[in-house]
């Protein structure tokens, strides 16, 4: 009788340890979560949001954004918060998909959208008609910079010789695409176009280059703001001339004299028999030419 009270008791202390161990394991876990839970930032306000890609130009409208909770205390300046301060407002900057509105980025109340919004104060914005190489295949697009060059007779020069030279000098685009113009028997046809962005003189210099002569422009790098004095490319200096990588001057320099060539003559072919007698060697040649 004592063995089965013995195996009893001892499986009573063994649900028992276990049931304790359980329940120090529960209130450990939870020990470990609550400083998690009590870390994690409580929502500071509201945000709005765009709810799509937005490009330059865009009026917002109120199927364009969204009203979030904003986490935490780290709030953007001019973080905007009340649907009524944005929509109707141009998008200045391309926004992305969840990006937050800030008031740096819609151009004024009343401003409206499109083009209007991108042209800086006291700037113009001037369409060019280019073609397809002009444009330098098409990698002139919104937010890139341009040298413009013209090409065009010199009118100082009595032979009117033909010069390149860039008239303008890290300008920005604004936009790029296509219009209809009618050629001359009077039929559509689509014409590229850059929109410029430049000064009211620099307006006037490009709107004479592009009935002058003709327009090319030179992608420049975004970092590369240092304007360059050029002294132009004329016709007679193309073969005979190169510019200096600094400084903008000519050294100039003929073609290669060209060495006049030497006939090369057939050579006699030869026929060498080599032969051995005892210990000496010997060794005949014989000329096929002969």
Known sequence: MAAPRSRTLLLVVAIASGLLAALLAVR???????????GR????????????????????????????????DAVPQGLLTDPKTVVGRGVLAPMRLNEPFLDSKL??????????????????????????????AGFVTPGTRVDVLLTMPDP???????????????????????????????KPMPVSTVTLEVTPAQAETLALATNQGRIHMALRNQLDTVEVETPG???????????????GGIVRRPLP????????????EETIVEGFDGGSRTVRRFSTNQ
Do not use: C, H
């Open 28 to 38: 450990y876990l939870r020990s470990q979560a609550t400083p998690l839970l009590e």
């Open 107 to 136: 151009a004024p109340t009343g401003a409206g959208g499109g083009m209007p919004v991108l042209i800086g104060e006291g700037m113009r914005a001037l369409s060019v008609a280019v073609d397809e190489v002009s444009d330098v």
């Open 41 to 72: 930032p409580a929502s500071s306000g509201k945000a709005l949001v765009a709810i799509r890609d937005l490009p330059v130009g865009t009026v917002v409208a109120d199927k364009d954004l969204r009203v979030i909770d904003w986490p935490g």
């Open 257 to 268: 004299s060209r060495s006049p060539v030497t006939p090369r003559l057939p050579q006699d």
């Open 156 to 186: 100082l020069d009595e032979k009117k010789e033909p010069i390149t030279r860039s008239i303008l000098q890290n300008i920005p685009a604004l936009a790029s695409g296509q219009v209809m113009q009618k050629d001359a028997e009077g």
């Open 233 to 247: 490319a004329r016709q007679t200096t193309l073969l005979f001339a190169e510019k200096k990588a600094l400084g």
